[in-house]
């Protein structure tokens, strides 16, 4: 229950205000279909945080805990500080051809590449290596809990002084779990 529940937070909090929460803004603008976009989010997620799961677990198998401690309040920390750096908008593009729901897959799945959340799915099948399951589904939820808002009310996500203080908030905590899986 603690890497669902971790898991969840961390995405959760992770992704507001980030590129990808962004991307599900301007698609629902776009399409203005909330559940082919939703269904987008979830599975470009599921696949995208899969392999980072994955990825978590097949490190700590192979790197001496010794480091992974190090690696992982570092990354933690590193996570926390580039929270600090605001996403810029990222281009829908102009093709309707294919529709909400693949257009939101294809788009969602390659924003999240490299993208804090999936490097923090990473850090967290570490730390809780073994439950790949609950690391996925809490990295999942997250996902679906930060977008899902702005999926169905996207007119109160515009405020730029709300992203700022939630940027501030997540970084916060990111370095606080940095501090504590050090400490």
Excluded: C
């Amino acid at each position: 229950m603690d890497a669902l529940l971790s898991s969840l937070m961390l995405v959760a909090l992770g992704e507001i205000g980030d590129k990808t929460q962004l991307l599900s803004l301007a698609l629902i603008l776009k399409y203005r279909k909330p559940w082919p976009i939703l269904a987008g989010v979830v599975i470009a997620t599921l696949v995208n945080h899969g392999a980072s799961v994955w990825f978590g677990e097949w490190l700590a198998d192979t790197v001496p805990m010794d480091w992974m401690r190090w690696i992982l309040g570092g990354s933690f920390i590193a996570l926390g500080l580039w929270m600090l750096i605001p996403d810029k908008d990222e281009d829908v593009g102009s093709n309707n051809r294919f529709g909400p729901f693949l257009t939101t897959l294809v788009l969602f799945f390659i924003a999240e590449i490299g993208d804090k959340t999936q490097l923090a799915t990473v850090a967290l099948a570490v730390q809780f290596q073994g439950q790949f399951w609950s690391v996925l589904g809490g990295s999942t939820l997250g996902m679906i809990a930060a977008n899902l808002p702005v999926i169905w009310l996207a007119h109160q996500f515009g405020n730029d002084k709300l992203e700022t203080w939630a940027h501030r908030i997540s970084a916060v905590l990111f370095i606080g779990f940095g501090l504590w899986a050090l400490f």
